[in-house]
């Protein structure tokens, strides 16, 4: 039997984590019903496509942060997205640089509807994850040097 260092934790704290954890997936379950929805009625040009493609993003999302958990992997979405070091930032930027510009071009073949919508949602939050990574590296060397 291991011994850990750490003591346990008040029942109300472990409860709140438990549901944290589970709520997670229930949320990633809803985006997928709405991707299946979105698919199925597929009225506009590109529907049927931002359909699936959120299924199948939301169901990838799940099986990884499930797959983190059994690890033993941190429990907070900071860590399971974010970068820790500069050689991980390095590969990080010009990634979602590039997916970020993708958006942008799906955006712009579609004048309107759905995967307009989706190009440009791609771009912001491609954009918002790299501003994210440089804080955090940045933050967390300011906090070794001191």
């Not at 009225?43 to 999302?61: K, P």
């Not at 983190?68 to 990634?95: H, K, S, Y």
Request: aromatic share 14%.
């Amino acid at each position: 039997m291991a011994v850990t260092s750490r003591g346990p934790e008040p029942a109300e704290r472990a409860f709140w984590a438990w549901l944290g954890f589970w709520l997670q997936f229930v949320i990633l379950g809803l985006l997928v019903v709405i991707g299946a929805f979105a698919a199925s009625a597929a009225e506009r040009s590109g529907d049927y496509v931002c359909g699936i493609l959120l299924i199948l993003g939301a169901l990838v999302l799940a099986f990884l942060r499930l797959k983190q958990r059994f690890d033993g992997g941190p429990a907070g979405w900071r860590e399971f997205l974010l970068v820790d070091d500069m050689t991980n930032l390095a590969v990080a930027i010009p990634l979602f640089t590039v997916i970020g510009l993708v958006g942008l071009f799906v955006a712009a073949s579609w004048p309107y509807g759905s995967l307009h919508a989706a190009g440009l949602g791609l771009f912001v939050v491609s954009g918002i994850i790299v501003f994210l990574d440089i804080k955090r590296v940045f933050d967390r060397a300011n906090s070794r040097s001191r």
